[in-house]
Every structure is written in structure tokens, then in C-alpha cells.
T-cell receptor, first 113, second 110 residues
Framework: EAGVTQFPSHSVIEKGQTVTLRCDPI?????LYWYRRVMGKEIKFLLH????????ESGMPNNRFLAERTGGTYSTLKVQPAELEDSGVYFC???????????FGPGTRLTVL | GEDVEQSLFLSVREGDSSVINCTYT??????LYWYKQEPGAGLQLLTY?????DMKQDQRLTVLLNKKDKHLSLRIADTQTGDSAIYFC??????????FGPGTRLSVLP
């Protein structure tokens, strides 16, 4: 069974540009989470989808970040416009039920120049 | 607020035991976790402990929980070079999302 996949693995963009990260959860997992680790600091929660609905988006840093999960399958996280402080690794995770083990993807390393 | 703290670096010699420590703040956490991240890879769940337990052992891994002091530790016996990675302590907040520590980079010296 395929695990959580993320695309791209790396992205290098200039400040002010737009980047879209994609996450494909494990098939059948209704719960999808986005986290990020910036500048080697702790991994921070961004938001949680249950199917296509945003269950908790309390960790989203500002309105430059937009997450979607149309159809309740894969999710995208768009950063527009990107700023230098957005550089870091963005992780996606999925779980079958809330509170169950979350399976993490390999992350997307975003570098904003 | 929620905060999980860890020491950032640990070096041990191959064959020795490694002990990675973590402190957390949310006493309502029901589960506490240890994740491992190898270079270029995602986060791999190593083990977890339920908050009403003091200790959990799984092969070379031993997790100790001191709920009074909100202190969690991970002991790796007979540390191998393949154990070199970043280890994250995490608590599951409100049963939904994780709060992670900054990660401890374990270096295993030959």
C-alpha cells in the first residue's frame, strides 16, 4: 500500500512568487493534516481536513496560505505571495480516524529567495 | 500555551545507549509519541506511550514517562549507526493535532 506522497520534493522560488504544494494521503484516510518546520525549529501544525472540510485551521499563519481538498482526496497548499520566512519543510500526514496514528509524507522543502 | 522541549544534539558511540529527553506542558495529552526522521525521509513513528503508563519497551527502545514532571524519555539500547537521525517528541493535542518538539539530532560515532 502506498504511503503519503508529496509533490514536489523541493521547490525554490523567489519572494513574491506563488507555489502550490500537493499531498496525496493514504487511500481511505479521511483525515489529512498539514504541518511545517521552518528554519530548523519545531514542527508546527497548520490545519486539519476531515474529508473535504476544514476541521481546524488554527495553525495557518496568515491569509497568504490557502489549503484545499476538493473531493476529499488529495490536498493542495498554496502560498501566494511567498515570503522569505515561508522557507522550510512542509509535511503532510493522514490518518484513518481522528486520534489514530498519523502517517507522514516525506515533506516538501520550500526555499524562498 | 503548548510547548514541547528537547535538547537539540546528542552524540554517542556505537554500541552505547542513547537517552533522548523531552518535556511537555499539556497535562491533558493522552498519548505521547516519538518520531524519527532520517535524512531526506518523512517522519516515521517509532513508538508511543499512553499517559497512564510509566514505561513501555519495544525491542531496543524504552520509553519512560514521568507524568508528574511532564518528562518523557527515549532510550535506545546498543545504538547503531543506522540510528543516526532526528528524533521528535510529540504530544497529541485534544486528540487531534500534534505539537512537536524541535527535534534532537542523534549522531552515532563509530
Amino acid at each position: 500500500e502506498a504511503g503519503v506522497t508529496q509533490f514536489p520534493s523541493h521547490s525554490v522560488i523567489e519572494k513574491g512568487q506563488t507555489v502550490t504544494l500537493r499531498c496525496d494521503p493514504i487511500s481511505g484516510h479521511d483525515n489529512l493534516y498539514w504541518y511545517r518546520r521552518v528554519m530548523g525549529k519545531e514542527i508546527k501544525f497548520l490545519l486539519h481536513f476531515v474529508k473535504e472540510s476544514k476541521q481546524d485551521e488554527s495553525g495557518m499563519p496568515n491569509n497568504r496560505f490557502l489549503a484545499e481538498r476538493t473531493g476529499g482526496t488529495y490536498s493542495t497548499l498554496k502560498v501566494q505571495p511567498a515570503e522569505l520566512e515561508d522557507s522550510g519543510v512542509y509535511f503532510c500526514a493522514s490518518s484513518q480516524e481522528v486520534g489514530w496514528e498519523q502517517f507522514f509524507g516525506p515533506g516538501t522543502r520550500l526555499t524562498v529567495l | 500555551g503548548e510547548d514541547v522541549e528537547q535538547s537539540l544534539f546528542l552524540s554517542v558511540r556505537e554500541g552505547d545507549s542513547s537517552v533522548i529527553n523531552c518535556t511537555y506542558t499539556d497535562s491533558s495529552s493522552t498519548y505521547l509519541y516519538w518520531y524519527k526522521q532520517e535524512p531526506g525521509a518523512g517522519l516515521q513513528l517509532l513508538t508511543y506511550i499512553f499517559s497512564n503508563m510509566d514505561m513501555k519497551q519495544d525491542q531496543r527502545l524504552t520509553v519512560l514517562l514521568n507524568k508528574k514532571d511532564k518528562h518523557l524519555s527515549l532510550r535506545i539500547a546498543d545504538t547503531q549507526t543506522g540510528d543516526s537521525a532526528i528524533y521528535f517528541c510529540a504530544e497529541l493535542l485534544y486528540g487531534q493535532n500534534f505539537v512537536f518538539g524541535p527535534g534532537t539530532r542523534l549522531s552515532v560515532l563509530p
